[in-house]
């Protein structure tokens, strides 16, 4: 930000005390502005959630009382972590997400639906 800022005063100080800014000079303060806002995203990558979906998956299958629901609780927890790390996802929506998913016990699944949710209900009608 520093740098737009000064980038910025030198496009103002130009035209006011001297020779019009350059089409160079507007694409410096562009570039500066880029960087920044990168280096901000960068900065505020949101963290992928440590659920523990090991203790989700034993307390579904306890309560059902079949342990093969166990194990392919798992293989749908393992496959949702898959397919949930490799969206991106704005940090807010990470944020409520993975508290959601908290509350449902610790789930990838959840984790993965509610961020499809979120994503869906951004797309304008």
Known sequence: MRRLILALAALSAASCNGPKPTDQDAANAAQALLNDQIAASQASTPQFPDLDSDEYCARIAAGAGAPNIEKGCKEQEAAAKKE???????????????????????????YKL????????????
Request: proline share 5%; hydrophobic share 40%; with cysteine.
């Open 114 to 125: 509610c961020i499809e949710k979120e994503k869906a209900s951004a797309k304008p009608l």
């Open 84 to 110: 949930a790390m490799a969206m991106t996802v704005p940090a807010i929506t990470v944020s409520y997400c993975t508290q959601s998913a908290k509350m449902a016990g610790g789930s990838y699944q959840i």
